[in-house]
């Protein structure tokens, strides 16, 4: 649910504000850079879910996370409604949760009747634990260990199978049960072919990749499944990559997974789920122009309803799997800013108290992020600077160039977008302990992930008794 902003607050004329009209639905949170709580408040603080960010940093240290519930439940329902208003057929999201796994977000997306997908052992075991109810969780993965299929097979999830290894260890496993009544549900992943423009590590559907059957397959791998009854195929998968702004490549998806369909029909297979994946794209900076939720979803509704039609199939329930446009733009980190450094005629680093252990993908993917500084949010831009973190590796940079006004070691940089692959990426690089989480809401913080300690760091260290000292 989108509100207005409460009284008192400037809810226009910061560039990044959401311009959000009273009651309008239709802002899709992946076209914005801040959540949609957002406000500057009379302190000129920014202020999400009703909560200064200085207070929540006061409060629960730094860096933090924070994560705007109304943002994230926006997106859910986003996803949910459209698929309901677009397609005539069953559908089902699932929330994948490898852009940010944790209770709090798996036990959000369920209550907003998402599914989950996950894609180890430790995102399942996160779902479950969350309350997740296993016939709404998918699980994926090119290498999932025999014990991951063994827990997967007893959790009761949908196993997405990626490849030959995999479906001949998952009906051994299976077949080797005391209980003869399992029949554990599968899909099939399989690569498409399909080709579309976002950095190279992540895009996952062309042929030269490494997860899904082949489609040059398809025949041995129908042939083999419609004899197996250990297992029960339900339907196919794939997902062609992240962080896209065409619809193009989604429509052929769709297309060719329906021609798919009709291959299985003459095995004998009758299929009732295609899964398409995820991949919209967000904003992440002012140039980036994703198309909304609602476009994305109903171009995708359209195209297999369409091809359905042409091949004379019934309507599959239709799924698809968000991650990072579910649940990117909901959080903001929050850092503290300490030294700066001019080199002159260069450039003028400002560092703050994180860095590439809580947000990797500037180092991995040269990602580029915006921030503003929470606590002079009206202060004119005088200043282009570097933001360096503090680990000790010279790329270790969140933005390269920061238009900021004129800052003070203490104050407030909030990045924004970092709600996915930031927390789950995130690692001890330096031994610097992972930040908390907390969720907004209404004026309400509630922590979400614990800040790890330096007795964490330790926790699973040994010392063999020869190596102690004195
Ligand atoms: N389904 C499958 C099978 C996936 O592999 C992925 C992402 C998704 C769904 C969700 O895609 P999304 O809606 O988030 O685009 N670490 C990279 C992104 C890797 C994406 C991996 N797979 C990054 O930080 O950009």
Request: proline share 5%; with cysteine.
């Amino acid at each position: 649910m989108v509100s207005t902003h409460p009284a008192g607050v400037q809810n226009s004329g910061h560039q990044y504000l959401p311009q959000i009209v009273s009651n309008n639905q239709d802002v899709s949170p992946n076209q914005e850079l801040l959540p949609l709580s957002a406000v500057v408040n009379s302190k000129d603080h920014l202020e999400i879910g009703g909560c200064d960010v200085k207070t929540l940093v006061e409060q629960f240290g730094s860096p933090l996370y924070i994560l705007d519930e109304q943002t994230l439940r926006t997106t859910c329902s986003q996803y949910r409604e459209s698929l309901r208003r677009y397609y005539q057929g069953e559908s089902q999201v699932l929330y994948a949760s490898k852009a940010w796994s944790c209770l709090a977000v798996c036990a959000i997306a369920a209550s907003e009747g998402l599914g989950i997908d996950v894609v180890s052992g430790g995102e399942l075991y996160t779902a479950l634990n969350a309350g997740v109810s296993p016939d709404k969780i998918y699980f994926h993965g090119n290498n999932k260990s025999r014990a991951e299929l063994h827990f997967a097979v007893e959790s009761g999830c949908t196993i997405v199978v990626d490849n030959w290894y995999e479906l001949h260890t998952l009906v051994e496993i299976v077949q080797a049960l005391d209980n003869k009544s399992v029949q554990p549900r599968m899909m099939l992943r399989l690569t498409p072919g399909i080709e579309c423009h976002t950095h190279e590590y992540i895009h996952t559907g062309h042929l030269d990749s490494k997860f899904g059957f082949d489609p040059n397959v398809l025949d041995e791998l129908f042939a083999f499944v419609s004899k197996q009854s250990a297992v029960k195929c339900v339907g196919l998968h794939a997902h062609i990559g992240s962080q896209i702004f065409e619809r193009q490549p989604h429509r052929d998806l769709a297309a060719v997974m329906v021609n798919w369909f009709t291959k299985a029909a003459g095995y004998g297979l009758s299929l009732t789920e295609l899964n398409v994946g995820g991949g919209l794209g967000i904003k992440y900076t002012e140039s980036d122009d994703p198309p909304t939720i609602t476009e994305w979803v109903k171009a995708i509704c359209e195209e297999v309803e369409q091809a359905c039609r042409a091949e004379n199939l019934p309507l599959p329930k239709l799924l698809c799997e968000p991650g990072r446009s579910l649940i990117a733009t909901a959080c903001v980190t929050a850092y503290t800013i300490g030294s700066s450094k001019v080199v002159p005629d260069i450039r003028t680093y400002l560092a703050v108290d994180g860095g590439m252990s809580d947000n990797p993908r500037p180092i991995t993917y040269q990602s580029v992020y915006r921030a503003v500084v929470g606590n002079r949010m009206s202060q004119p831009l005088t200043e282009t600077v570097t933001i360096a973190g503090k680990h000790c590796e010279s790329g270790d940079v969140l933005i390269k160039h920061a238009h900021l006004p004129k800052t003070e070691p203490g104050d407030i940089l909030v990045v924004m977008g970092t709600g996915a692959y930031n927390y789950s990426m995130a690692s001890n690089y330096n031994r610097l302990p992972r930040p908390a989480g907390v969720i907004v809401a209404d004026g309400e913080a509630n922590l979400i992930l614990q800040r790890e300690t330096f007795q964490d760091l330790v926790r699973q260290d040994r010392l063999p008794e020869r190596l102690k000292q004195g």
